[in-house]
């Protein structure tokens, strides 16, 4: 199994983002697909999710309004629009694989997470 995540980089505050997380290896049915992200002398922490089946979303309070999260599943990816981005959002992002959600995206915990991507860099100038 391997997600691959891109799209990071950097960007004045106030501008937008779009990151993409492509899965492969095996069918993602039944699985939740989780941003995280982790700044420097941080803890990861849990930015949004989405159910590969339904699609159903959840998402931190501190993102709502301003990131949306989506998926194709024709194109086995999972996206992450980030807008109205601010100095606090860098971070690396993370995607991650429950496969075991039973199709809810409402885990925070990152270890209740079975695969993870390789991170990518977002950086928001102020």
């Known amino acids: 199994v391997q997600l691959q995540a891109s799209g990071g980089g950097l960007v004045q505050a106030g501008g937008s983002l779009r990151l993409s997380c492509t899965a492969s290896g095996r069918t993602f049915s039944g699985s939740a697909i989780g941003w995280f992200r982790q700044a420097p002398g941080k803890e990861r922490e849990f930015v949004a999710a989405?159910?590969?089946?339904?699609?159903?979303?959840n998402y931190a309070d501190s993102v709502k309004g301003r990131f949306t999260i989506s998926r194709d599943n024709a194109k086995n990816t999972v996206y992450l629009q980030m807008n109205s981005l601010k100095s606090e959002d860098t971070a690396v992002y993370y995607c991650a694989a429950d496969v075991e959600s039973l199709g809810f995206p409402y885990k925070y915990d990152p270890y209740k997470y079975d695969y993870w991507g390789q991170g990518t860099q977002v950086t928001v100038s102020s």
């Open positions: 989405i159910s590969w089946s339904s699609g159903m979303t």
